[in-house]
């Protein structure tokens, strides 16, 4: 440390002062006086640097404190980031495997259907954000969340169970249900 390596030949200078006062080799008065005064000065000196290097301490104990609690938090992100990515991949595996099923029903079912309502789906689907057919529910179409008007309303109702209804808002294919209000 910067401090302890300045502080070293302070002491080594400030022993040896003491030491030459102390054995009594410096006769002359005014020598020993410059003496007496160069340790007053070095006594000073040492106690800055050592109050220079408890700061120092100090501040790297601060800094050591800091250090650790952010490698904690980053620790705790990468594990929240971890824990998001997982659940965001089961999430894709359970809504790909669902499609795979939809998938699977719909051609169980198509060949059922007859081919002219499909190339109509197909069609409607295209332009409506790939939903072609829509529940008609208490008098309203899902499709488009708008209100089946009175009039085409009793013609709904009046329309055989075969004849493919549309809506004419969003003219996608309306399915009748028990829920329709009809
Ligand atoms: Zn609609």
Same mark, same amino acid.
């Given at each position: 440390?910067?401090?302890e390596?300045?502080l070293? #030949?302070?002491?080594?200078?400030? @022993?040896?002062?003491?030491?030459?006062? @102390?054995?009594?080799?410096?006769?002359? #008065?005014? %020598?020993?006086?410059?003496?007496?005064?160069?340790?007053? $000065?070095?006594? +000073?000196?040492?106690?800055?640097l050592?109050?220079?290097?408890?700061?120092i301490?100090?501040?790297?104990? /601060?800094?050591t @404190?800091r250090? &650790?609690?952010?490698?904690? +938090?980053?620790? %705790?992100?990468? @594990?929240?980031?971890?824990?998001?990515?997982?659940?965001?991949?089961?999430?894709?595996?359970?809504? &790909?495997?669902?499609?795979?099923?939809?998938?699977?029903e719909?051609?169980?079912l198509?060949p059922?259907? #007859?081919?002219?309502?499909? /190339?109509?789906?197909?069609?409607?689907?295209?332009? $409506?954000g790939?939903?072609?057919?829509?529940?008609?529910? &208490?008098?309203?179409? /899902?499709?488009c %969340?708008?209100e089946? &008007?009175?009039?085409?309303?009793?013609?709904?109702?009046?329309? #055989?169970?075969?004849e493919?209804?549309?809506?004419?808002?969003?003219?996608r294919?309306?399915v009748? /249900?028990? $829920?329709?209000?009809l």
């Amino acid at each position: 440390m910067k401090a302890e390596a300045d502080l070293e #030949p302070v002491r080594q200078r400030l @022993a040896r002062d003491q030491e030459r006062i @102390a054995d009594g080799t410096v006769a002359d #008065p005014r %020598q020993l006086e410059s003496l007496i005064a160069e340790v007053d $000065h070095l006594q +000073k000196r040492i106690s800055d640097l050592e109050d220079s290097e408890l700061e120092i301490m100090e501040k790297l104990e /601060t800094a050591t @404190a800091r250090a &650790n609690e952010l490698t904690g +938090k980053a620790d %705790q992100s990468r @594990a929240e980031v971890k824990r998001l990515t997982g659940e965001r991949d089961a999430k894709v595996t359970a809504i &790909n495997s669902e499609a795979a099923e939809r998938k699977t029903e719909r051609s169980t079912l198509q060949p059922d259907l #007859p081919a002219d309502l499909i /190339t109509l789906y197909e069609r409607i689907r295209g332009g $409506h954000g790939g939903v072609g057919a829509a529940e008609l529910r &208490n008098r309203r179409c /899902t499709g488009c %969340q708008l209100e089946i &008007n009175a009039a085409e309303l009793r013609e709904f109702a009046a329309a #055989p169970a075969d004849e493919v209804l549309r809506c004419e808002e969003c003219s996608r294919i309306l399915v009748r /249900t028990e $829920h329709s209000g009809l």
